[in-house]
């Protein structure tokens, strides 16, 4: 990333999620969770780890029993919502389709 990302307004925040199924916006972060055997979960981390690292923005990654959780918000923004997270949402959607993983409905997240 080159400089400080604009932060998007809630009509641009709205537009790109709707154009990502199965992203929730909490708060001024986009949350999808996927489940898979837990090793596959583990790679799955890897693989987005490894993304997340050529493309210089990284999400908050949360791992359980067959369960992995992508939380994405752009600190250099102050915490806000910026094209980048939506950029990494499809990089993450684009691995998990590679690696079949299957996206899980949201459970009650705290904001």
Partial sequence: ??????????????????ELPGWTRVGDEIVKAFKDTYHECVHFAVYVAAKAQEVSHHPDIHLTW??????????????????????????????AMARGATPEAMRDIPG
């Avoid at 990333?1 to 925040?13: H, K, T």
């Avoid at 959780?69 to 915490?79: K, P």
């Fill in 1 to 18: 990333m080159s400089g400080i990302p604009r932060p998007l307004s809630d009509a641009q925040i709205t537009a790109c999620l709707a």
């Fill in 66 to 95: 067959q369960r992995i959780e992508f939380r994405i918000t752009t600190h250099d923004a102050g915490g806000k919502l910026t094209e980048a997270d939506f950029s990494l949402a499809r990089h993450i959607d684009a691995i």
